[in-house]
Structures are given as structure tokens and as C-alpha cells.
């Protein structure tokens, strides 16, 4: 098993070699195969398929290996299928789909789609990765995205308005997040402002925002969104706060990814045109809902200040509303951490 440090530093590493699709394809099986059978499936040698597997292992897919029997995936993989995924789109929604891409791999799939935004890429593109080897969360911290284990994914979208007008579309986006994954069945998850997905104070899933634009608009947004589903343990040790994944919420097996996938692309595109048309106003009451931390003490952590209050919602802007010592004060999005004090 690779430790936490191995697992940063191969992620880290821009000369890593890329995933041995081939090899897992053969291995999707889950059963036992022989190093001399898998040469021999891709015409390499036994020691070729022995380096493959060191790869596997620094990219978090775990590989049992029993002598005798040969190498077995830990878990079977379930890869994003591009036609189902699009197929399973509501009809309402699959129009504002433009344009799908599923990468193996890639350094973030939001990375992509700046990229592509700045070479004029259409509105409700969307891109999807089975691992990244950059995967960038909110405040300067990585994203642990192990192959073929979880979501990771990001949509573009252009508003006319610059985005001061768009300060609570990250709000809406996890309205969109929360729903999608209780459409899979998944209960008692809330949102812990402004847009995480929680299951008992556990992180499901995570929501970043990029803009670009002038100040009176048009702005390009590409939205990023990550959710655990089969967080594998090697990849786990690399995790710095409480986290959870839809497996082990679920009694049975999860959906299969693809249909994870068109849950939550569904849902956000039906939210970016909805929040296009109406703003925030469409999706308060929503929040509110879900809101995990309404009436609790709660730590707001700013750039030079720390404040403890109760947290009252969020106003039609998406400021969190903070009550202390009898004054309510709303707080904007930005460098702000919120935290359930003990
Ligand atoms: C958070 O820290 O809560 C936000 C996490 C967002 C992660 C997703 S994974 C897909 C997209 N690509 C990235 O590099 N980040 C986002």
C-alpha cells in the first residue's frame, strides 16, 4: 500500500507515466490474472506488467497481488460511459449540454475548461475525468482524485452580467449537488455554507468556482465539482479534513457512476439556467432547507479575524448571516472559513 507522503509526491509528479488503460481494461474483471497471462493479453513482458503495476499503485487504484494467483484489482472499476451519460440526461436538460468531454486523465478537469473558455469554448461544455493529477479544492488545497473511483467534474457557463450579479450562483450550485445526490437515494446530507455537501459534519462533496471577466460582464464561470463515491484507502491517507463517500452511505451497492454522473451534470445545468434567468432568488428558500448550521454556534474564520456566533441563513445575496451578542451581521463569500464550534 502507498503511503499518504508517496501518494502526494506521485501526484505531484509531472513525469509521471499515465494510467495503463490497457491493463486495467483486462483487470475490470475483478478476478485473479497472472503476471505471464496479462504479458501475454499485451504482447509485453512479465516485468513490463510488474512497472504497470507500481504506476497503478502510485495513482491510488489498489492492486492485490497474491503469489499464484496473480494480480486483482481491490475493486472493480466502473468507468464513465459518454453515451449513456448523455442519454440518462433529463430531455429537458440534455439541449444545454454543448459539448462532452470524459478524459482517463488530466491535471483538473476546471484547469481544461479556463483553458478552453479562453480559446472560446460554448457555453454548457462540460468536462469529466476518471483521475486528476492537479485536482484543485477551495482555498489553495488539492483534491484527492484517485482513478476511477469518484466524480470529478466541470461545466461552463457564460452570464451576460459581470459577477458582482453572480455572487450566489455558488450557493445554488450546491442546492444543485445536494439534490442530485437525494435523487440517488442518498438522505440526510445538508450544506454547510457556502456550498459544501455534508453528511454528519463529513465531506461528500466540494464546489469551486473560477471567474473571468470584465467587472460589467460577460462572465465565463466554470464550475468544479468533486464527489466521493469509492474513496480508496491509499488515497484517503491524503485527506486533510473529515470526509465520507456515497459507498458507504448506501447499504447496497451505489448507482453506477455514469448514473452519478448525469445526476449531478443534470442537475447543475438545470441550475446554471435557472439561476441564469432568476438568480439566487429561485434557490434560497432551497438552501435554507438544507442548511446544516441554521441556529448553531458557529466559528467564522476571516483573514485577520475570528468571530463565534449563530448562524442565521443567508440573505438574498448569499451572505452568511451571523448574529453576535444581538447584532446580525451578513458576510460575504471570499476568503472566509466557517467552522461548528466545538
Ligand atoms: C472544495 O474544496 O470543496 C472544492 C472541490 C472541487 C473539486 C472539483 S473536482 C473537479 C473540479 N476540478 C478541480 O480541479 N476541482 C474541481
Not at 47 to 60: H, L, N
Not at 146 to 158: C, D, E, H, M, T
Not at 286 to 315: F, K, P, Y
Amino acid at each position: 500500500m502507498l503511503s499518504a507522503s508517496a501518494f502526494h509526491a506521485a501526484i505531484h509528479n509531472p513525469t509521471l507515466m499515465p494510467v495503463p488503460l490497457a491493463l486495467l481494461t483486462l483487470l475490470a474483471d475483478g478476478r485473479f490474472h497472472s503476471g505471464q497471462a496479462l504479458g501475454a493479453a499485451l504482447g509485453v513482458t512479465r516485468s513490463a506488467i510488474w512497472k504497470a503495476m507500481q504506476v497503478c499503485a502510485e495513482r491510488g487504484i489498489e492492486i492485490h497481488s497474491v503469489r499464484g494467483k496473480g494480480y486483482r484489482l481491490a475493486q472493480t472499476l466502473d468507468l464513465l460511459r459518454q453515451e449513456q451519460l448523455i442519454r440518462q440526461l433529463d430531455d429537458n436538460v440534455r439541449p444545454l449540454l454543448s459539448c462532452l468531454e470524459i478524459h482517463n486523465e488530466i491535471d483538473s478537469t476546471s484547469k481544461q475548461l479556463l483553458r478552453l473558455a479562453a480559446s472560446g469554448a460554448p457555453s454548457g461544455m462540460a468536462c469529466f475525468a476518471e483521475s486528476q493529477t492537479a485536482g484543485r479544492g477551495r482555498r489553495g488545497r488539492l483534491w484527492v482524485s484517485p482513478f476511477g473511483a469518484n466524480i470529478y467534474f466541470s461545466v461552463l457557463w457564460r452570464f451576460a452580467q459581470g459577477p458582482a450579479a453572480l455572487s450566489g450562483l455558488s450557493l445554488a450550485i450546491g442546492v444543485a449537488v445536494l439534490e442530485a445526490v437525494q435523487a440517488l437515494g442518498i438522505e440526510g446530507c445538508g450544506l454547510k455554507w457556502p456550498n459544501d455537501v455534508l453528511w454528519k459534519e463529513r465531506k461528500l462533496a466540494g464546489v469551486l468556482l473560477d471567474l473571468s471577466g470584465e467587472a460589467t460582464g460577460p462572465t465565463a464561470v466554470v464550475v468544479g465539482i468533486g464527489l466521493n463515491v469509492r474513496m480508496p484507502e491509499t488515497a484517503a491517507a491524503g485527506i486533510d479534513q473529515p470526509w465520507v463517500d456515497l459507498y458507504s452511505l448506501r447499504p447496497a451497492e451505489p448507482p453506477a457512476r455514469t448514473r452519478i454522473a448525469a445526476q449531478l451534470l443534470g442537475h447543475v445545468l438545470a441550475t446554471l439556467d435557472e439561476f441564469d434567468r432568476q438568480g439566487l432568488t429561485a434557490f434560497q428558500e432551497r438552501w435554507a432547507r438544507w442548511d446544516c448550521l441554521a441556529g448553531r454556534e458557529v466559528t467564522l474564520q476571516l483573514s485577520t479575524q475570528r468571530i463565534t456566533g449563530r448562524a442565521l441563513g443567508i440573505d438574498p445575496r448569499g451572505a452568511l448571516l451571523l448574529e453576535t451578542q444581538g447584532q446580525v451581521r451578513a458576510y460575504a463569500s471570499g476568503e472566509i472559513s466557517l467552522r461548528a464550534s466545538a
